[in-house]
Protein backbone atom coordinates (compact mmCIF):
# COMPACT_ATOMS: atom_id res chain seq x y z
CA UNK A 1 0.00 0.00 0.00
CA UNK A 2 2.83 2.39 0.55
CA UNK A 3 4.63 1.82 -2.71
CA UNK A 4 1.34 2.91 -4.15
CA UNK A 5 0.91 5.79 -2.18
CA UNK A 6 4.65 6.81 -3.25
CA UNK A 7 3.92 6.07 -6.93
CA UNK A 8 0.87 8.49 -6.70
CA UNK A 9 2.37 11.27 -5.36
CA UNK A 10 5.23 11.25 -7.40
CA UNK A 11 2.58 11.19 -10.08
CA UNK A 12 0.92 14.26 -8.86
CA UNK A 13 4.03 16.27 -8.67
CA UNK A 14 4.98 18.20 -11.71
CA UNK A 15 8.03 18.08 -13.07
CA UNK A 16 10.46 20.76 -12.13
CA UNK A 17 11.21 20.89 -15.98
CA UNK A 18 9.27 21.90 -19.21
CA UNK A 19 10.76 20.22 -22.84
CA UNK A 20 10.30 22.90 -25.28
CA UNK A 21 7.61 20.48 -27.20
CA UNK A 22 5.48 20.92 -23.25
CA UNK A 23 6.03 24.77 -24.05
CA UNK A 24 4.88 24.52 -27.26
CA UNK A 25 1.69 23.07 -26.55
CA UNK A 26 1.00 25.17 -23.71
CA UNK A 27 1.52 28.43 -25.29
CA UNK A 28 0.07 27.42 -28.14
CA UNK A 29 2.60 28.16 -30.61
CA UNK A 30 5.45 26.98 -32.65
CA UNK A 31 9.22 25.54 -31.20
CA UNK A 32 10.94 27.87 -32.83
CA UNK A 33 8.38 30.87 -31.18
CA UNK A 34 9.37 28.74 -27.70
CA UNK A 35 12.96 29.35 -28.63
CA UNK A 36 12.46 32.65 -29.70
CA UNK A 37 10.76 33.49 -26.67
CA UNK A 38 12.91 31.97 -24.65
CA UNK A 39 15.99 33.92 -25.15
CA UNK A 40 14.13 37.35 -25.48
CA UNK A 41 13.01 36.60 -21.56
CA UNK A 42 16.69 35.19 -21.10
CA UNK A 43 15.35 31.67 -19.44
CA UNK A 44 17.90 29.33 -18.11
CA UNK A 45 18.25 26.49 -19.97
CA UNK A 46 19.61 22.98 -19.25
CA UNK A 47 21.13 21.14 -21.70
CA UNK A 48 21.64 17.32 -21.03
CA UNK A 49 23.82 16.05 -23.54
CA UNK A 50 25.63 17.32 -26.56
CA UNK A 51 25.14 17.82 -30.40
CA UNK A 52 22.00 17.29 -32.09
CA UNK A 53 20.96 14.55 -29.86
CA UNK A 54 21.27 16.90 -27.03
CA UNK A 55 18.05 18.28 -25.43
CA UNK A 56 17.16 21.00 -23.89
CA UNK A 57 14.99 22.01 -20.67
CA UNK A 58 13.40 24.88 -18.93
CA UNK A 59 12.77 25.31 -15.47
CA UNK A 60 9.08 25.19 -14.46
CA UNK A 61 9.80 27.81 -11.71
CA UNK A 62 11.21 30.43 -14.42
CA UNK A 63 8.62 29.51 -17.10
CA UNK A 64 5.40 30.29 -14.84
CA UNK A 65 7.05 33.37 -13.05
CA UNK A 66 7.85 34.54 -16.66
CA UNK A 67 4.22 33.97 -17.30
CA UNK A 68 2.64 35.82 -14.76
CA UNK A 69 4.94 38.56 -15.10
CA UNK A 70 3.04 39.09 -19.09
CA UNK A 71 -0.36 39.36 -17.65
CA UNK A 72 -2.00 42.22 -17.86
Given amino acids: ???RKEAEAIADDPLPY???LEL???WRCSRSSVDRIA???ELKRMYL???KNGIVRYIRKEV???EES???
Fill in 49 to 51: GEG
Fill in 70 to 72: RII
Fill in 64 to 66: ETY
Fill in 1 to 3: MKN
Fill in 39 to 41: QRA
Fill in 18 to 20: YSP
Fill in 24 to 26: AKR
